[in-house]
């Protein structure tokens, strides 16, 4: 499936680049395929690796930060692989030109 | 913690009403205090009943249906307890009035 | 249409009640149909008045922080009236009993 | 500000590849600056040239559709510009890598 998270931790000011950073190494260590967007990170996998790697991430926010939101939203259809490349190629096809990454 | 959750099946019409009254079933059944709302369910527990509960919701869904959208946001706020109810009431108290449920 | 939202202001501490109590007032003053739940505001109206309405919550936030973080989500089923109480009901009339409000 | 969007047509089944190429050259001729990532289109605009656009692409996606669901997630903070490619470079300096895109 694939997932897209941000988590805002509350309590320390408006700039929170460090706990991307953070939240970033987690996500590269744990192996899965993702991206980071101007507006959160796209990660695929399975259910129960993906939660693990959110809810350590989700632990990391709390070490620093009184309070935490975290978004999570799944696109799940099973039977379809490598979809965190194959979405946007499908619609480039569609348009009939690249778009710009 | 405190989460919202709401599991959209695709593929299946644009009624999902049946889906929502299974998901309630597995809320019910899982004992954590719940709300459901015209938006989603909101649930209060800890990350993994929580998430195991989410999860079940999830795959439930993905029985009738080829593609499943869920969307989870987390307000996480170690320490405080009940926010499921005294979230509302301390917004009632500022303003001096009770608010339409 | 159906529309939940919230607003988050960011760098000013992690307790925004008195943010979501002055969200709230506007909101009244709207004149819209609402239900606050402790995850955020459901409105129902029409796209250009849900929509100015959250705006001036938002610039509202902004008065008092650099930042902030507004998540809406919007259910529109054109032809259907009332959904803010329909919905529940609807699930309620599935489930054969009243849910906890 | 930064706004990430998407809109999912209910009612259609569950391939929804044409409506976000639809979406896209929409928001292509809006001259605004934006990505589309796997998860959805993010966008860099005023509050009321955003939403124009993203009112355009909601009720595109009803002309195909008897409901549709639209997310839509704002990061607002005034006074810092070019965000949609800045959010990333700052993460990958204090990373010290350049991220896959």
New interface residues.
Partial sequence: M?V?FSI?P??R??S???Q??KV??LVDGSGLPY??????T?VEGE?DEV?ALI?AC?REA?TG??????????????GKAD???E??R??EK??GRE???
């Fill in positions: 694939l897209q805002v509350l309590g000011g408006e929170i680049g460090g991307v950073a970033l190494d991206r980071l967007t101007a507006m959160g796209i259910w939660m809810g989700h709390l930060a009184p309070r935490a939101l975290t978004t999570i939203i799944i696109d799940d259809r099973p979809r965190i490349t979405k946007i499908s619609v569609r348009l778009l710009r990454k």
